[in-house]
């Protein structure tokens, strides 16, 4: 009997399924009233579990929150009710060109270098931005992965099969296979224990029943003591 299990509380979090699913390869789980008291409630699929946790971190929710997020950070006020720019007034107040003022001497700039500065600063602006929306993914699958279980949303099997902890060894073998099981849940007053599987059980009932007529070989080769005589004379 598995004793360290792996189970599923009523009121868990998406967190708490996806560490599930990863710590463990069972094709499904028991579930639980809490984590104190244990007492079963069903089992649930492991496809399950991993289609529901699929769709709450969904390719689809997390497009349509970073589209959000842009709409929500783009600029409410658009270029054509910008303020219009003040008047130039000329010296004596009245509308008219700035001074002069002495240019200022003109650098010369190959078109390489300003391509290759360009290049750089769209590299940069592109690698900022990239970092904002990892930001924004991580710190939405945080949510997600917080929020409750819909377990209302799932099919959930209520009545797995349970053996009562004090029952023998060929009890449960005979229930198995009278009723065709591959595993079942131990329980006591209704507090889940451990889990047993059909392998367990032939293994236990293969080791008793050897244990039980296999006999020491002794060291000479000989007859060993209780076997039959050979000539039909008892031993």
Same mark, same amino acid.
């Given at each position: 009997?598995?004793?360290?299990?792996?189970? @599923?509380?009523?009121?868990? !979090? +998406?967190?708490?399924?996806?560490?599930?699913?990863? &710590?463990? #390869?069972?094709?499904?789980?028991?579930?639980?009233?809490?984590?104190?008291?244990?007492?079963?409630?069903?089992?649930?699929?492991?496809?399950?579990?991993?289609?529901?946790?699929?769709?709450? @971190?969904?390719?689809?929710? !997390? +497009?349509?929150?970073?589209?959000?997020?842009?709409? &929500?950070? #783009?600029?409410?006020q658009p270029e054509s009710h910008l303020p219009p720019a003040p008047e130039l007034l000329g010296e004596d107040g009245a509308p008219g060109t700035p001074e002069e003022k002495p240019e200022a001497p003109k650098v010369s700039v190959e078109p390489g270098d300003w391509e290759t500065s360009k290049e750089e600063e769209r590299g940069t602006q592109l690698s900022v931005k990239m970092k904002d929306v990892r930001h924004l993914v991580e710190d939405w699958e945080c949510q997600q992965l917080q929020e409750p279980v819909r377990l209302e949303e799932l099919p959930i099997d209520p009545a797995p099969y349970r053996l009562l902890e004090k029952e023998t060894l060929y009890q449960c073998y005979d229930l198995f296979n009278l009723l065709g099981l591959r595993t079942a849940y131990v329980t006591n007053v209704g507090r889940l224990v451990g889990v047993v599987s059909l392998r367990e059980l032939k293994a236990a009932v293969e080791g008793s029943v050897k244990g039980t007529f296999v006999r020491r070989r002794p060291h000479n080769g000989g007859q060993r003591e209780g076997d039959p005589d050979p000539n039909g004379a008892s031993a």
């Open positions: 009997m598995v004793t360290d299990l792996k189970y @599923l509380p009523r009121g868990c !979090r +998406f967190k708490d399924v996806r560490g599930l699913l990863k &710590a463990s #390869s069972l094709k499904q789980f028991p579930l639980v009233d809490s984590q104190e008291s244990r007492i079963l409630l069903g089992s649930i699929r492991r496809k399950h579990l991993a289609k529901l946790l699929s769709e709450q @971190l969904s390719t689809e929710k !997390r +497009f349509q929150y970073l589209l959000s997020q842009s709409e &929500a950070n #783009s600029p409410t």
